[in-house]
């Protein structure tokens, strides 16, 4: 007996395995989406706009103009202008003011340009560039002939921070304040001439020297403790006082102005007259 499929059978076989066979239908690509530059919008949707966006960085919108290392003003928009702009800096970091020939920036007169190799500058004659732009460097410049670089200079005590001398050592020899040791011989303090370091004198004590007139350990005191001449006598007791420190000297426990009762049987010149218990009249 034969066997008959229903024909929609055969209609749903067809449609089923022509569809796999025939090509799939092409999409037509999304539109590339560019960032405009002057809109202040995310328009490629990367986060980023405008000129933040580094697909603005040769848009004419985002080009500044160069600093100008001369004319007052900040050109490039940064915040920084002339010889505070690292722009105007060349190889070595030093300021360099590249846009007018023959100038650089001062060390002297901060953010100031000046021209040819100064040489009050204590880097014109020592940076091996020709700053003049007069084919001579440094000391080959008749320029630097004053520079403390090319010829041999004494050391400044200015508190200028440079190196007069050249020797590596800034304001050595001179004087200097140590935090605390401001009185007596501590302000004789100098820096050292090997160091620089700021240093003590060698009068200087932890403890007071006795006899030197001097205020050894920086307390604003002179010999205090130390054995002094009573009313400035030269004799008994009176040798026996003790320096406050200001000047005066204290009285000495066994003195008495007057050498009489129990003074005159202690075997000591109380009254400093140079006699002694029955040697003096007052005892008699």
């Not at 040791?181 to 240093?199: F, H, L, Y």
Request: proline content about 6%; hydrophobic content about 25%; charged content about 30%.
């Amino acid at each position: 007996m034969r066997k008959y499929f229903p024909t929609s059978i055969f209609i749903l076989c067809a449609v089923v395995f022509c569809g796999a066979c025939s090509d799939p239908v092409e999409q037509a690509p999304e539109p590339v989406i560019k960032e405009i530059c002057d809109d202040l919008t995310d328009n490629d949707h990367d986060t980023l706009i405008d000129c933040g966006d580094p697909d603005c960085d040769r848009d004419p919108a985002c080009q500044l103009p160069e600093e100008d290392c001369i004319q007052p003003g900040d050109e490039d928009g940064d915040g920084l202008s002339n010889c505070q702009d690292p722009d105007c800096r060349d190889e070595l970091a030093r300021p360099a003011c590249s846009s007018l020939s023959g100038s650089y920036c001062s060390l002297i007169e901060p953010f100031t340009c000046v021209r040819g190799e100064d040489p009050s500058d204590p880097l014109a004659c020592g940076d091996n560039l020709d700053n003049d732009h007069d084919g001579m460097r440094d000391c080959s410049d008749v320029d630097c002939a004053r520079s403390c670089l090319c010829t041999s200079c004494d050391e400044l005590c200015d508190d200028t921070q440079q190196d007069e001398n050249n020797n590596g050592l800034v304001d050595e020899g001179c004087p200097c304040v140590i935090p605390g040791k401001t009185e007596g011989v501590c302000a004789d303090s100098t820096r050292n001439m090997t160091t620089a370091e700021c240093t003590l004198p060698s009068s200087y004590s932890r403890e007071e020297l006795c006899g030197d007139n001097l205020d050894n350990d920086c307390n604003g005191l002179v010999d205090e403790g130390c054995p002094c001449l009573y009313n400035e006598i030269d004799e008994g007791v009176c040798q026996f006082g003790e320096a406050v420190g200001d000047g005066n000297c204290t009285i000495p426990a066994s003195y008495s102005s007057v050498e009489s009762g129990v003074y005159c049987s202690d075997n000591l010149d109380n009254d400093c007259d140079g006699f002694v218990d029955g040697e003096d009249d007052e005892c008699m």
